[in-house]
């Protein structure tokens, strides 16, 4: 499977360990764009993928029936055993739903969970859409297509990012944003949830305060099964890496590395 790789190397490498980022339902390697050259300026080697059907990668006419669990999960093996060195993986949302079952079966030095789907799934994120936004939310159970749910700019918007997030930065996003698998909807919520009693890795668990995708409480929950606490970042929604004050979620994540010897 080709698939796009967006690279940022470090002038000068102070960690030896490569990055790999992985972005989440919707989205491709492009969201990384404000953490790539952040962490190569401090000094890591860091590599973003777009999973098949996604950005420039391959396989875009397959996309509604591509499973997380074994085929997104099998784009991140092709990734790593390219990469020469196991690399740390950072995953957001639905990436990070990849992180945890590609470390069901995998050791890696360190994992990263932002705004992650939840160990529990995504029946209450479903709700909640429901609720929301009901007449994208229905049409896309009822058609088994995932696209409809971004199909109205408004809903991205308000789903994705904190009030007020500005309106250029907002549409220069929304331009990439494009459909996603459905088979994930049933793995997350029946099929396929998390099985933490299984991963090994150490993990970090970010959240965002205002996040309209997956609330604090279930964030929580995650890192509890993970045996860790949750960072919740204050006036912060879902897209946490695209968000005004992303830098402190980068930071966080540099430090908690740097104190693991990465």
């Known amino acids: 499977m080709k698939l796009e790789i967006i690279t940022e190397r470090p002038k000068q490498r102070k960690h030896t360990t490569p990055l790999l980022f992985i972005h989440g339902a919707w989205h491709g390697a492009w969201c990384w764009?404000?953490?790539?050259?952040?962490?190569?300026?401090?000094?890591?080697?860091?590599?973003?993928?777009?999973?098949?059907?996604?950005?420039?990668?391959?396989?875009?006419?397959?996309?509604?029936?591509?499973?997380?669990?074994?085929?997104?999960?099998?784009?991140?093996?092709?990734?790593?055993?390219?990469?020469?060195?196991?690399?740390?993986?950072?995953?957001?949302?639905?990436?990070?739903?990849?992180?945890?079952?590609?470390?069901?079966?995998?050791?890696?030095?360190?994992?990263?969970?932002?705004?992650?789907?939840?160990?529990?799934?995504t029946t209450g994120m479903i709700m909640r859409s429901i609720k929301r936004y009901p007449k994208v939310a229905l049409k896309t159970l009822l058609l088994f297509d995932a696209g409809y749910l971004v199909s109205a700019p408004a809903v991205v918007r308000d789903a994705l990012f904190?009030?007020?997030?500005?309106?250029?930065?907002?549409?220069?996003?929304?331009?990439?944003?494009?459909?996603?698998?459905?088979?994930?909807?049933?793995?997350?919520?029946?099929?396929?949830?998390?099985?933490?009693?299984?991963?090994?890795?150490?993990?970090?668990?970010?959240?965002?305060?205002?996040?309209?995708?997956?609330?604090?409480?279930?964030?929580?929950?995650?890192a509890r099964a993970y045996g860790t606490e949750a960072i919740i970042f204050p006036s912060m929604a879902h897209d946490m890496m695209l968000e005004k004050n992303w830098q402190l979620v980068a930071n966080k994540i540099i430090k908690w590395l740097e104190t693991r010897g990465l």
């Open 162 to 222: 904190s009030d007020g997030f500005p309106d250029a930065d907002f549409s220069k996003h929304y331009a990439h944003v494009q459909t996603e698998s459905f088979r994930v909807t049933f793995e997350t919520t029946l099929l396929h949830l998390p099985q933490p009693q299984k991963v090994k890795t150490p993990l970090l668990v970010l959240a965002a305060e205002n996040d309209r995708v997956f609330t604090v409480t279930e964030q929580k929950a995650t």
């Open 33 to 121: 764009e404000n953490f790539l050259p952040y962490f190569a300026e401090h000094g890591y080697e860091a590599h973003a993928l777009s999973l098949r059907g996604h950005g420039a990668s391959e396989g875009r006419e397959g996309i509604r029936w591509y499973s997380g669990a074994h085929d997104y999960v099998a784009d991140v093996v092709q990734v790593v055993d390219g990469l020469g060195k196991p690399p740390v993986l950072i995953g957001h949302s639905m990436g990070g739903y990849v992180v945890q079952k590609y470390l069901e079966k995998h050791n890696a030095p360190a994992g990263v969970l932002v705004a992650s789907i939840p160990v529990t799934g």
